[in-house]
């Protein structure tokens, strides 16, 4: 039998689910739990299996986890009679915790299909994709340790939780409309209007308002880059004369646009802020 302990970035990444597929595809038997600094692993099967576990876990990696340092120690075996996600041990220490996450092409899917039952909903995730790091309060990356923890999933999203065929098994943000986070649109003085919130902050945004949009990791102060009134006020607040304001663009909008490194960064998981050259003509108010 083998203990393996890593440290990098392992929590909220998918690895958990990761690791139990992999040991059931090769038929071992222990467990995997997140722990302070990392992840735990307990594994016990035929020497080759053993082997070839640690050969993919380094090779099939989910795509934004990073092994910084695996160590391995054999043990006797203890005779385990299946494979299984154990509950975190030990409370904050070192782990490193992943980025927010640009949602999936999965997820994105299911958004916008009127028969699904996330369809425009905004607080959409899954193992792939979705809020990790401005969410979390302490590790380990379990659900009761981030802001999450007051929305009880329904019976719906708690069995994609628990099912090992789903993208959102073990997905600690897993919600949906009836059992999470929920938009609402508040006027000045902080009193909720009727209406749906997001027809109600685009009628503002194209009035030349600025709309302040609280997501998941802060606000956004939001005005459309075509007005010139609106960019002058959202200046004139910001004290922020000429520096350049971050501007949401459709990914599907920019291929023509720019540099391929540079749509390659955009359309990473990430997706980071980018400078890019203005376009002339443009749009986009010269302000």
């Known amino acids: 039998m083998l203990r393996v302990r890593i440290r990098g970035i392992v929590q909220g990444v998918g690895f958990r689910p990761f690791v139990f597929r992999l040991a059931q595809e090769l038929g071992l038997k222990g467990y995997v739990l997140n722990s302070a600094s990392g992840v735990e692993i307990e594994v016990e099967g035929r020497d080759g299996s053993l082997s070839e576990f640690l050969h993919r876990l380094r090779a099939e990696l989910p795509p934004i986890a990073r092994i910084d340092e695996l160590k391995t120690t054999e043990l006797p075996d203890k005779g385990y009679e299946n494979f299984t996600i154990r509950e975190s041990s030990g409370?904050?220490?070192g782990g490193l915790?992943?980025?927010d996450l640009a949602t999936c092409s999965d997820c994105l899917d299911e958004l916008r299909n009127p028969d699904d039952r996330r369809h425009h909903y905004p607080f959409i995730n899954c193992t792939n994709c979705g809020p990790r790091y401005s969410i979390i309060i302490k590790t380990p990356y379990d659900r009761i340790?981030?802001?999450m923890r007051i929305f009880k999933m329904c019976p719906d999203c708690d069995r994609e939780y628990h099912n090992p065929n789903d993208r959102r098994f073990h997905a600690q943000p897993n919600?949906?409309?009836?059992?999470g986070p929920e938009?609402?649109?508040?006027?000045?003085?902080?009193?909720?209007?009727?209406?749906?919130?997001?027809?109600?902050t685009q009628t503002h945004l194209k009035a030349g308002k600025i709309v302040g949009i609280k997501g998941i990791g802060g606000f956004h102060i939001a005005v459309d880059p075509r007005v010139d009134g609106a960019v002058a006020e959202l200046r004139r607040r910001k004290n922020r004369p000429h520096k350049p304001f971050a501007v949401m663009v459709r990914k599907e909008n920019l291929s023509e646009l720019v540099e391929p490194e540079s749509m390659e960064l955009l359309s990473s998981v990430q997706a980071p802020i980018l400078l890019?050259?203005?376009n002339h003509p443009s749009p986009i108010?010269?302000?």
Do not use: H
């Open 175 to 179: 919600a949906c409309p009836r059992c």
């Open 276 to 278: 890019l050259r203005k």
């Open 285 to 287: 108010s010269p302000l």
């Open 145 to 147: 340790n981030t802001t």
């Open 91 to 93: 409370e904050g220490g």
């Open 97 to 99: 915790i992943s980025p």
């Open 183 to 200: 938009l609402i649109f508040l006027d000045r003085s902080m009193q909720p209007v009727d209406g749906d919130p997001i027809l109600l």
